[in-house]
């Protein structure tokens, strides 16, 4: 059974960096995409990076790029999200997805993915 696991959230000052990380259990080796999403209160999720696991390639909303990076841990189980420069508008609960399927120009839209983790929550503030 394919679980993800996100960690790695918390309280984070303005400017500051955090790291989270999704382990991924079960069957994986058939994933084509492995993202992080997030969603803030009363707002709706929202993309913020895809890591296409075929080429390797990252894509990552406007809102983010430049201050986070998406990467994976050489045995493949672990996908990273280093978040730099952070600002209170990035406040939110972070998802970790992955699906078997790609789409390099819908990559953010929630409904391409078939598994979730339960999320970590990031608070930046001073």
């Known amino acids: 059974q394919v679980q993800l696991v996100e960690s790695g959230g918390g309280l984070v000052q303005p400017g500051g960096s955090l790291t989270l990380s999704c382990a991924l259990s079960g069957p994986t080796d058939n994933f084509y995409s492995i993202s992080w999403f997030r969603q803030a209160p009363e707002k709706e999720r929202e993309g913020v990076s895809c890591?296409?696991?075929?080429?390797?390639?990252?894509y990552y909303a406007d809102s983010v790029n430049g201050r986070f990076t998406i990467s994976r841990d050489n045995d493949k189980k672990t996908i990273f999200l280093r978040m730099d420069n952070l600002k209170p508008e990035d406040t939110a609960v972070y998802y970790c997805?992955?699906?078997?399927?790609?789409?390099?120009?819908?990559?953010?839209?929630?409904?391409?993915?078939?598994?979730w983790g339960q999320g970590t929550g990031v608070t930046v503030s001073s």
């Open positions: 890591l296409s696991i075929s080429d390797g390639r990252a």
């Open positions: 997805a992955a699906g078997y399927n790609f789409i390099s120009t819908t990559w953010y839209s929630p409904h391409l993915y078939d598994y």
